[in-house]
């Protein structure tokens, strides 16, 4: 099983539409794929028209009394499941700090999905605590959508001094451009020089209405307009990213 998670310390970027979106493609595949929305806002799970409430509570699955199994739901794609938000989770970084060893309880958790599935896309929330750092742990994958401006490429460096002084490999850290507009003389000069960095994939999702829709219809884009240009960079940007994991 590889773990991808999206994340980037910012709001807002699509981090939960590249989840959504390239999840939906690694299904479309073959491929056993779950989403584990550990954001509260539970944007994922709105899109999947599941009730953002984990029956029991997410501190029992956290602490190892009730198998995450029991909290997955299936979605109405093939091969795709959902593991929902609970607006609980918003204890969580909370409920983290009050284990000992949150990063190995956390990576055990993971560690039970073993076997059972080909990929798990967590769709992290924004901000960072002890859940993201114990997901940058127990992840092969953290995955960013950058908003190719000044601000976003600087919360990306912030990330890679994070894992740099706190042991984790940047190896595992890989970024795509987000809802770029090349139109904006900012966002070319952005981009033109953060491809220099090979952890930058080089599709990007430019900013498209098609994405947006996603909230009306409640369905990745390959699914409700296959042939639009939305789902054609998803598709290439889920190309890349898997040739890169080999
Ligand atoms: N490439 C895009 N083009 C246009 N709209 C987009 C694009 N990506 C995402 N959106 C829209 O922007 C909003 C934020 O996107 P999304 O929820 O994916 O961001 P996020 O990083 O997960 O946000 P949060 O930090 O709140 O979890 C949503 O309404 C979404 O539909
Ligand atoms: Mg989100």
């Given at each position: 099983m590889?773990t991808?998670?999206?994340?980037?310390i910012?709001?807002?970027?699509?981090k939960t539409?590249?989840?959504?979106?390239l999840a939906?493609?690694?299904?479309?595949?073959?491929?056993?794929?779950?989403?584990?929305d550990l954001?509260?806002?539970?944007a994922?799970?709105?899109?999947?028209?599941?009730?953002?409430?984990?029956?029991g509570?997410i501190?029992k699955?956290l602490?190892?009394?009730?198998?995450?199994a029991?909290?997955i739901?299936?979605?109405?794609?093939?091969n795709?499941?959902?593991l929902?938000a609970?607006?609980g989770n918003?204890?969580?970084?909370?409920?983290?700090?009050d284990l000992?060893q949150?990063k190995k309880r956390?990576?055990s958790?993971v560690?039970?999905?073993?076997?059972?599935?080909?990929?798990l896309?967590?769709?992290c929330?924004?901000g960072?605590?002890?859940?993201?750092?114990a997901i940058f742990a127990?992840a092969?994958?953290?995955?960013?959508?950058?908003i190719?401006t000044?601000?976003?490429?600087?919360?990306w460096?912030?990330?890679?001094?994070?894992f740099?002084?706190?042991?984790?490999?940047?190896?595992?850290?890989y970024?795509?451009f987000s809802?770029?507009?090349?139109?904006?003389t900012?966002h070319?000069?952005?981009?033109?020089?953060f491809?220099?960095?090979?952890q930058?994939?080089?599709?990007?999702i430019p900013y498209?209405?098609?994405i947006e829709?996603?909230?009306?219809?409640l369905?990745?884009?390959?699914?409700?307009?296959?042939?639009?240009?939305a789902?054609?960079?998803?598709?290439?940007l889920?190309k890349?990213?898997?040739?890169?994991?080999g």
């Amino acid at each position: 099983m590889i773990t991808l998670a999206l994340y980037n310390i910012k709001g807002g970027v699509g981090k939960t539409a590249g989840c959504v979106n390239l999840a939906y493609l690694a299904a479309q595949e073959g491929k056993q794929v779950l989403i584990w929305d550990l954001d509260p806002q539970g944007a994922a799970t709105f899109y999947f028209e599941e009730t953002a409430k984990i029956k029991g509570g997410i501190k029992k699955l956290l602490l190892g009394e009730a198998p995450l199994a029991d909290a997955i739901k299936p979605t109405a794609f093939d091969n795709l499941s959902l593991l929902p938000a609970d607006f609980g989770n918003r204890h969580i970084d909370g409920l983290l700090d009050d284990l000992k060893q949150s990063k190995k309880r956390f990576k055990s958790l993971v560690a039970q999905l073993q076997g059972h599935y080909d990929y798990l896309f967590i769709d992290c929330a924004p901000g960072v605590g002890t859940v993201s750092e114990a997901i940058f742990a127990a992840a092969d994958v953290v995955l960013f959508p950058t908003i190719p401006t000044t601000l976003s490429i600087r919360t990306w460096e912030m990330a890679n001094t994070f894992f740099t002084d706190n042991q984790l490999s940047t190896n595992k850290l890989y970024a795509y451009f987000s809802m770029a507009d090349i139109r904006k003389t900012m966002h070319n000069d952005t981009m033109a020089q953060f491809y220099r960095n090979k952890q930058f994939l080089k599709n990007y999702i430019p900013y498209l209405s098609t994405i947006e829709k996603m909230g009306s219809h409640l369905a990745p884009v390959a699914h409700f307009a296959p042939s639009s240009y939305a789902a054609q960079c998803f598709r290439d940007l889920w190309k890349e990213l898997k040739k890169q994991l080999g």
